[in-house]
């Protein structure tokens, strides 16, 4: 209801209760002239409020109630609905067009006629009143002519609109309302001020799975034809109150070779194990650690143990990032946005981007997935350098034994090209100060032939804008290693630099066998050329080995985005100088990557030569493009050139996804002959927790975490769903900061899919897809930590909403402007905000049923001199929609409440007054 017919109301009530005098109900006039005819009359002037789904317009249409129903102001509506009409008085006429510049509109009252594109010329009628405002027009005609329905709500004060179509000015107040919700985001959310809905671990959960099958067919000219089919099943679910996962792959004839299982828990409050106060434990195919000089990363069958923080990376300038690579999945890797790698389809069911090189301040790393169906995945991690450093006090540990490269369960004897020795490691970090760290670790591995133990350390310290490591390492009965790491940023420059010196004969996985020393620098920043931004990466090393060997690197890479075209060049040159001259080699590489959009098709190319050596020139290229059929299908082709091998091959695809699978088909054809074809299915199965049963689906619901959300009507405001209250159908479902394609069915269910493993993110409904504009959330969602192939079930309560308002005085006990006031649920969470207007008035709107207090914003209070909290409630709920709490006298030091009887009262009449 609109403020001025809220005062109104109000000053009514006033009345009746100062003076006794019984207020009958408002009845319309119908002022009537002489001659019999309907005339406006200030007792019939009606002034509403135009509302459009859950938007509610700003201008307000002036109308009056006639004696045949309800008539508009056409200059309002054109105004209001922002129509391209133009309206002239004195010619009596109206043109233009109605939403689309096809659908033209005349309107003549001289020859008494209307026409526009959907219908013939025809007479007016007695549907337009001449008014002191204007042309007031019925609002039955208006709904003929516009398309549209126009329902008036007296009670409400609303003229509402419905429409078949989405109107222009509706998309473009859901534009300008999208914008405004990307603005409005934090650049920090305080999830922990919200509730949470946290899945406790089970003895049991029925697993989701994750299934793949391809068949693929291949015939070499000259050879043999040959038919090849695999299968990949990945599930994950919770055993003995663990979580656990699986990957089952077979090989090209279907029979099983790989069995990798893993059973683990995290808490990021780190309350595993009691003393130990672990943040994750896991058995089974697990990984480990990476010293900074001994032994990296390794998976196979073991334990591990830490109580460091889930996702803190283990090294000082690089990182090591795995992940699972569903069979026919490909995977980018980008750091910072720029494209620095590249994996296809292994046949260990995993990426691996090792040694991934961190500069100063915040690094993104991202991995980006490809599925055999068009799907994209994408993957993010956060590597800050600089603004991690372990607190003052604090001791993170970590521990693990493997053996390398073995599968827990085998099915199948397989030929290792690596070691399949056991390995083992601890590692332990203390923090002394904000600046300064220490550790010490020990790993024990098998290595050219031989197993190898080690000790080594680290010290770590922080001076203004630049980060020191080093470290120290010594293998028992071999030799030692030193390092000096530094990172930093000079001016708009990150800058990085390394330099190890080898003693004896120490090896492990960072040091080749022979090396005496290393040194290398590298730069990153970003140079700005009119409106173009380049950024330009380089690093330079050189390594000199025992035998007098040198080898010199470098390499250089930029990048730059011009309209809708983003290229990426990469420059690599490798030297290898050799005491007798005879064994020099010297290699120098040049990369192209570009990616474009072009006649609707998204176009990715790349290109190598080789600038020097031997097979000098161009070496190969390659060119996909992909085009969306429709939201649910794709095409793709592909064509790639080797030169080297003086081939061509070429490669169609076509992909459809389905609700509950998805099937990619493609073939191939070479210069030389061959022929291939593929047919892949892919889809996922698990339990559905909302109605007891089994649920399919084409996304990856093993891989990532599920929300099964139950949106319903709390018309109590008691935040329960109770028997009788009705389950909402038609609402999107949010998660995090992004709209998903959940929909809530007949029974008011969803389900939000591919959640990121325990990272916590809140879940809400989208206000834009209420139907009622007097709906609006209860709470603004409820955080939950995902859970691989686990569904947490919560349900959102959609709440009738009301007013809150009131007047603020100063401390001068006059109106007082410009005062920020939040208004506090029971859980003391900010449901609402609003600034107090030019008389003092405040009005919160669209507030959910439910109790609240008022307090004045924290840095308004310290400006006024006043107290922030308001200890007196109020109260919105049904019969109760507008609380009114009167006159808010501000006093220094405190609030309170002037109005002696502060009451909330149907219709929003109350019986209080203010003194």
Known sequence: MSRHSSLTLGAAAVFAAAFGVAVPAATPAYAQAQN??????????????VAVGTYKLTNEIRGYQTDKGICLDLGDVIQSLDLPIRLDKKSRRATGWLFREDQKFTLDREANTVQNVNSKLAPLGNEIHDTPEGWCVDSKALSRWFGVTLKPDLYNSVIR????????????LERKS??????????????????????????????????????????VPGGKSRLDARYELYAAGEIAGAAFDARLSSDNKLQPESLRVRAYRRDEAANLLGPLKATEIAAGDVQTQSGQLTGQTAVGRGAFITNQPVGRQSRFSTTT?????????DAELYRNGQLIGFQSDTASGRYEFFDIELFYGRNEIEVVLYGPQGQIRRERFDHPVGQSNIEPGKTYYWAGILQQNRDLIELKKRTLQTPDAW????????????????????????????????????????????????????????????????????????VGATATWIGGNFISEFVEDGLRNDFAVNFDTALRLGSLNLPLQANFGQSTLRDGTKVTRFLTQTAFAMRSVALTAQLERNVRDTPDDQRDVRNTELRLLANTRMFGLRLRGSAQFDLEGEDKGFSRARLSTDKGLDDRSDLSAEVEYDAKADNTEFSLGYSRRFDKFSLRTDASYSKKGGIGANLSLSFSFGPDPLD??????????????????????DDNGDGIRGPDEELLKDVYVEAGFRTTDSITNENGQAFVDELRPFVPVMVGVDESSLGDPYLAPSTKGIVVVPRPGVATVIELPVSPSGEVEGVVHSLAGVE????????????????????????????????????????????????????????????????????????????????????????????????????
């Open 321 to 329: 990032v795995r992940g699972t690579l569903p069979t026919g999945w």
């Open 36 to 49: 019999g005819a309907w005339q406006a009359s200030d007792d019939d002037a009606l002034l509403l409020q």
């Open 423 to 494: 390995r083992g490691g601890i590692g332990i970090e203390h923090g002394l100060d904000d600046r300064t760290s220490f550790a010490f670790g020990a790993q024990s591995l098998y290595l050219n032939g031989r197993r190898r133990n080690y000790l080594e350390g680290r010290v770590y310290r922080s001076m203004g804008a630049m980060q020191l490591e080093m470290n120290a390492a010594h293998e028992f009965g071999a030799g030692m290693a030193l390092q000096a790491n530094a990172l930093g940023r000079v001016g708009p420059v990150n």
């Open 178 to 219: 999208r914008a405004a919700r990307l603005r409005a985001k934090p650049k920090s959310f305080d999830l922990s001020a919200y509730p949470r809905a946290d899945a406790e671990y089970r003895v049991w959960r029925t697993p989701s799975v994750d299934a793949v099958v391809r068949t693929s067919y291949a015939s």
């Open 161 to 172: 609109i419905e429409s078949d179509t989405k109107l222009p000015f509706l998309e473009a």
């Open 692 to 713: 007891g049963g089994i649920r399919f689906s084409e996304k990856k619901l093993a891989r990532g975490g599920q929300a099964a959300v139950t949106v319903f009507r």
């Open 816 to 915: 007082a402007p410009g005062v920020a006031l939040e208004l506090i649920d029971v859980r003391g969470a900010i449901v609402a905000t609003t600034v107090s207007e030019f008389d003092g008035f405040f009005l919160f709107d669209r507030v959910p049923y439910g109790r609240y207090r008022l307090r004045v914003a924290a840095d308004a209070a310290r400006a006024l001199g006043v107290r922030s909290q308001i200890q007196d409630p109020v109260e919105v709920a049904r019969g109760k929609d507008i609380a009114r709490m009167g006159i808010i006298r501000l006093e220094k030091g405190s609030l309170t409440i002037a109005q002696a009887d502060m009451s909330n009262t149907a219709g929003g009449v109350s019986t209080g007054s203010p003194p």
